[in-house]
């Protein structure tokens, strides 16, 4: 069975840079054709799909957050990563990573990432 486990760190300031890493074992992200997502659920919101990450590499972001994420991956490692540009409390959430892009067969645990001077 597929396992995907977060990290990163749990607090990160305004205007700062937010970056979590998705650790995958059991599974290679570069088998065809498995996409691997971001997605995070603020305190009291439902789930918001952020983005993903093909396995040829291809990326894929939700509008409303195009100009601040980048989402890369060192296949070396068996990993992705997320990078969210100029985060505020707004962005505070916890953060998933699956493997999907419209159903998700696999997540990792999450990871709550407050955003907080």
């Known amino acids: 069975q597929v396992q995907l486990q977060e990290s990163g760190p749990g607090l990160v300031k305004p205007s700062q840079m937010l970056s979590l890493t998705c650790g995958v074992s059991?599974?290679?992200?570069?088998?065809?054709?498995?996409?691997w997502s971001w997605i995070r659920q603020p305190p009291g919101k439902g789930l918001e799909w952020m983005g993903a990450?093909?396995?040829?590499?291809?990326?894929y972001y939700t509008p409303s957050l195009k100009n601040r994420i980048v989402i890369f991956r060192d296949t070396s490692k068996n990993q992705f990563s997320l990078q969210l540009s100029s985060v505020t409390p707004e962005d505070t959430a916890v953060y998933f990573c699956?493997?999907?892009?419209?159903?998700?067969?696999?997540w990792g645990q999450g990871t709550q990432v407050n955003v907080s001077s």
């Open positions: 699956a493997r999907g892009v419209t159903a998700f067969a696999f």
């Open positions: 059991n599974g290679l992200i570069t088998t065809n054709y498995y996409y």
């Open positions: 990450i093909a396995y040829d590499g291809s990326t």
